[in-house]
């Protein structure tokens, strides 16, 4: 089955700067690579999502590039802020019946004012 | 508009009990998911519907069993609870196809 793999596992960011978090999975047959934000104690939350016949999108300060070639996406968040502080969980599916998601392990990134 | 409600919220069992945790949602949604998220961890998948009269196992179904009762429920239920299966559990929904699925607020259980 579907393989997913996030790094790194923390990341600590000054305010203002940027973040990336990388994924890699072993399905190329995936087609649907959405991201979560789970802030302590709560659900996970959908921040943005990017589909195999695009290779970038963006949403203000948030933004996700894939290379279907190489099997990668990742996530960049500019200008953070420290309610940007959370964990951050990529994912991926073929979007077949279900739409079952194959979860990475998750980044807790810390924005440190 | 509520989205995706779970009940209980919280839940302590002894080992060997079970019990049955309730997913809701009033979003239309063809498909639904169970997941548990142990500490620390990502989210695994327990089952899964992707329409109303099917349910297929995900990763992790040792233990557990599910019901869609309808299109709106779908439920997990623990026949015989251990240790192991303390963890929080979300529920989840989605259109069909590449749609993003919305979770609920969780039910964190504690199995002693």
């Known amino acids: 089955g579907e393989n997913v793999e996030q790094h790194p596992s923390t990341l600590s960011v000054q305010e203002g700067d940027s973040a990336v978090i990388k994924c890699t999975y072993s399905d190329s047959a995936s087609n649907y690579f959405p991201w979560y934000k789970q802030e302590l104690g709560k659900r996970p939350q959908l921040i943005i999502d990017?589909?195999?016949?695009?290779g970038e999108k963006k949403d203000q300060r948030i933004a996700v590039t894939l290379n279907k070639t190489a099997k990668h996406f990742s996530l960049h968040i500019t200008e953070t802020q420290p309610e940007d502080s959370a964990v951050y969980f990529c994912?991926?599916?073929?979007?077949?019946?279900?739409?079952?998601?194959?979860f990475g392990g998750g980044t807790r990134v810390l924005v440190k004012p | 508009n509520a989205g995706v409600t779970q009940t209980p919220k919280f839940q302590v069992l002894k080992t060997g009990q079970s019990m049955t945790l309730q997913c809701a949602q009033d979003?239309?949604?063809?498909?639904m998911y169970w997941y548990r998220q142990d500490p620390g961890m990502g989210l695994r998948l327990i089952y899964y519907?992707?329409?109303?009269?099917?349910?297929d196992k995900g990763e992790v179904p040792n233990g557990y069993n599910v019901s869609r009762l309808n299109k709106r429920e779908f439920s997990l239920r623990l026949e015989s609870a251990a240790p192991s299966q303390t963890s929080v559990y979300f529920c989840a929904s989605s259109d069909v196809g590449n749609q993003p699925q919305h979770f609920g607020d969780g039910t964190r259980l504690s199995i002693l």
């Open positions: 990017i589909r195999s016949n695009v």
């Open positions: 519907s992707a329409s109303e009269g099917t349910t």
């Open positions: 979003m239309n949604h063809n498909s």
């Open positions: 994912a991926a599916s073929k979007g077949a019946a279900g739409n079952k998601l194959t």
